[in-house]
């Protein structure tokens, strides 16, 4: 048993859809979540400035003495996954390989689609490894940058003309490519579900990044003997942007008041705790 906490660390308020998956499958478990609000949104970032964010994050978190790293992150992910692994000291989890199994294991066409931040296809890690895994399938990739921010701002119905407005510029590429299996290479993607498997239609599978990431990371842990043995399940939030911002749009997204275990803390960048 280990009864150190889980780190989970995203670029805003996506990562949440990790973290309920997570939850789901391990309510025992601390958490503790951070959010860099402040330099939201990543995806439109170049790769060295990801990759130091990132790093900050992870040893704030491990100032924290969590026992895993879950960067619930596509951006984060896909840039710079292989720097945060050779500075922790402790296993490090992100989202493009399994969400990349999964699809893989779906699709019945060998179509897939892909939908990400500008930085996570601009990288082009998930292409990659799909290609690795199974060259004679085809990846349509589509760039998503407005689909974080909405989410972020909490404009997730799929009936706003906001909502479907992107969506009818994002979707058709992948329409048209006929993809059975979508990949949501973004945390926050889930949230935008119902429009996307609207516009897709009923028989195109959707596959969430964090939360095939959360599945991995729970088999893990079970498979290591490192679970809770204490049956808090507490979690804690951090976020360096505005806490006020953070809660109302957590309420809307996880349906409860999270205020009492939010912390604002100092950017990094701006000679805050790490």
Do not use: W
Not at 105 to 133: D, F, H, P, W
Not at 230 to 238: L, V
Request: proline letters at 4%; hydrophobic letters at 40%; a negative charge.
């Amino acid at each position: 048993m280990d009864n150190r906490a889980i780190g989970v660390f995203d670029s805003g308020l996506g990562g949440l859809t990790a973290t309920q998956e997570l939850r789901r499958l391990l309510p025992d478990e601390n958490l503790v979540y951070l959010s860099d609000s402040y330099n939201f949104p990543y995806g439109e970032k170049n790769r060295d400035k990801i990759i130091e964010m990132s790093l900050s994050n992870m040893r704030f978190l491990l100032s924290q003495d969590v026992k895993a790293i879950f960067v619930a992150c596509g951006t984060a992910t896909s840039n710079a996954l292989e720097a945060l692994v050779r500075e922790s000291p402790v296993p490090v989890f992100g989202v493009v390989e399994p969400a990349v199994v999964e699809a893989v294991k779906c699709t019945k066409n060998g179509k897939i689609g892909l939908l990400a931040t500008r930085a996570s296809v601009g990288a082009g890690t998930y292409q990659k490894l799909i290609n690795e895994m199974t060259p004679e399938f085809y990846v349509t990739a589509k760039a998503c940058p407005k689909f974080a921010t909405m989410v972020e701002d909490g404009i997730t119905d799929k009936d706003d003309e906001r909502v479907i407005r992107a969506a009818e510029e994002y979707l058709p590429p992948l329409k048209q490519a006929a993809v059975d299996t979508v990949i949501l290479g973004c945390t926050h993607y889930p949230l935008l579900a119902d429009v996307i498997s609207e516009y897709m239609g009923s028989n195109v599978k959707l596959i969430s990044a964090g939360a095939a990431a959360a599945r991995k990371l729970c088999a893990f842990l079970l498979e290591n003997d490192m679970t809770n043995g204490t049956r808090e399940g507490r979690i804690r939030y951090c976020t360096t942007g505005s806490p006020e911002h953070f809660a109302a749009t957590a309420e809307l997204m996880l349906k409860q008041d999270v205020t009492l275990f939010l912390t604002g803390i100092e950017p990094f960048d701006k000679g805050g705790n790490i």
